[in-house]
């Protein structure tokens, strides 16, 4: 059991006045952004602290922590905004890695422990190699082997760089003046500089890409960027980014590993195939892991697919009552590819409430299309996700824009909570939350906001591209509102301290019953207490 005192001693508290010395000074600082009030936090505290007192020993390590809500300027700058947050500060790289994994202490260490490798690995022969490319597949990642002349290879510099950028999802190994008979079991001839994509996921290792000749760092990059995943790999924290950021289909198997059932491994086999032969990926999952309700689908029909497209945000999920087979999975696949089957939408219920003016629209999957592309009326749309702390402070405002412009009737103010709603349209690209957009009347021409994020600025970037032009709004009355917000805010934080004193006042009252019942059970010694409550 790990104590507070320990996790003290063991856990640096950091600031943004000793921040940049802090960075230079150690070789690796694995940093946790926290608030005070998250529950989450408080729960991650002791595992954080486990690992702490587990690490102790690695010299090269820091490992710290930062109030995000107090240092506010250090989570804008690595775009904090979700408690808690990990992330591992290296030397040579300006952004940090952002720690995706489970909140245990063991899959934290492991996870530590493999960014502080190197990264990239010799290898001289075909032993070698194979090793290399088997550790990778523990990690559900392929190996890209560089080959070069030699060590002061300029291509070598750029690969060296290019591997300490991806390392997260592809592993990396190189091999210097390799002999002809590396060079013919990689399949890559006797130009060089060189390189080979090593697959050795599903038991048996395949040379996925190979390239060779003049490779400059963009082509370099470019190539392994294409590259990077495999055909099927098992989806995990540390992996699942790259899936979502790359623009291909992911065909996603979900089954229950405790019983895979009689189909699970020849359903693999064929999505290894149709991967193989489609502009598609192929993942599989731990049912456990994946809310299937989002999906419509039962646990008791394992395995199950569903097929997702996240650049655009859609999923098609094969929803049938009996477990997949091959052929089923086949058909799905094809349909999908082709444009036959429709992607589910989710949505919570439509509000059934009469809006007036100056209150805020509420859109989700079944209302959006009736009230965005209303050709009559300029739409704002706020994208959001409830659990982003940048959503919940920007809602008062954007409360505070629809009041202000109530008397703009050609004008709709509105907001969607992605979280709990699909987009049912293609084309809007949503990269952080919150996201605006204004679909203008009559045309539906969808325009993105990237100005600042305050209502005046917002405001008057929705007057300047709206299709019905409006009067800006009364600064006065701007100003009004602003100072209600503030009353409100004040409000809210008095009860708040109220709250938190009478949480106090239990605890002392606790604590007295405790200390009386240790009195009355040990009579003849007095109970020693630091301070008398």
Not at 37 to 49: D, Q
Not at 189 to 217: C, T
Request: hydrophobic share 40%; proline share 6%; charged share 25%.
């Amino acid at each position: 059991c790990i104590t507070l005192s320990a996790e003290a001693s063991k856990v640096s508290e950091l600031s943004r006045k000793v921040w940049d010395d802090t960075l230079e000074e150690w070789q690796f600082v694995l940093v946790q952004f926290y608030s005070q009030g998250c529950p989450h936090c408080r729960s991650f505290r002791p595992i954080y602290a486990e690992l702490a007192h587990n690490m102790a020993g690695e010299k090269r390590l820091l490992i710290a922590k930062v109030d995000g809500e107090a240092e506010r300027g250090l989570s804008e700058d690595y775009a904090v905004s979700a408690f808690p947050t990990v992330l591992l500060f290296r030397p040579g790289q300006p952004q940090p890695t952002r720690y995706n994994g489970a909140h245990q202490a063991e899959d934290l260490a492991d996870w530590v422990a493999d960014q502080m490798s190197p990264t990239s690995v010799l290898v001289w022969n075909e032993s070698a190699t194979l090793t290399a490319a088997q550790r990778a597949a523990t990690r559900q990642r392929l190996l890209a082997v560089g080959l070069f002349e030699e060590p002061r290879a300029i291509e070598a510099d750029q690969f060296f760089e290019i591997a300490a950028e991806m390392r997260g999802v592809v592993s990396f190994a190189h091999c210097f003046n390799p002999a002809p008979e590396v060079r013919r079991w990689l399949g890559v001839g006797d130009g060089l500089p060189a390189i080979a994509m090593l697959d050795s996921l599903n038991g048996e290792l395949k040379i996925q890409k190979k390239s060779a000749g003049d490779l400059n760092q963009t082509a370099l990059k470019r190539w392994i960027n294409e590259h990077r995943l495999p055909l099927l790999a098992q989806l995990t924290p540390d992996n699942d980014p790259a899936y979502r950021a790359q623009p291909l289909p992911v065909a996603l198997l979900l089954y229950d590993p405790g019983s895979p059932g009689e189909f699970f491994e020849l359903d693999k086999r064929a999505l290894r195939e149709i991967a193989g032969s489609n502009p598609l990926l192929a993942v599989y999952a731990d049912a456990a892991s994946v809310d299937m309700a989002r999906f419509n689908l039962s646990m008791a029909s394992l395995p199950a697919l569903v097929v997702c497209q996240f650049n655009k945000r859609r999923h098609f999920p094969m929803a049938i009552p009996t477990p997949a087979t091959p052929d089923l999975i086949r058909s799905h696949i094809a349909q999908v590819l082709t444009g036959a089957l429709s992607p589910l939408v989710r949505s919570e219920q439509v509000e059934e409430t009469n809006l007036v003016p100056g209150d805020l629209q509420r859109l989700v999957g079944q209302n959006f299309n009736g009230v965005v592309y209303d050709a009559g009326k300029d739409v704002l749309v706020m994208l959001y996700a409830n659990w982003c702390t940048h959503s919940q402070e920007f809602m008062p405002s954007l409360n505070k824009i629809a009041r202000v412009l109530r008397f703009v009737s050609t004008l709709v103010v509105s907001s969607m909570d992605l979280d709990k709603n699909d987009l049912p349209v293609d084309g809007w690209e949503v990269v952080g939350y919150p996201a605006f957009k204004l679909v203008k009347a009559r045309t539906n021409q969808v325009v993105d906001y990237n100005g600042d994020r305050t209502p005046k600025a917002l405001m008057e970037w929705v007057r300047e591209h709206a299709t019905h032009s409006f009067e800006s709004p009364n600064p006065v009355e701007v100003k009004f509102l602003g100072h209600l917000e503030g009353i409100s805010t004040l409000a809210d934080s008095v009860r708040s301290v109220i709250r938190q004193n009478r949480g106090l006042e239990k605890q002392i009252v606790e604590l007295r019953s405790e200390v009386a019942r240790l009195r009355e059970k040990c009579p003849e010694d007095r109970v020693q207490t630091k301070h008398e409550l």
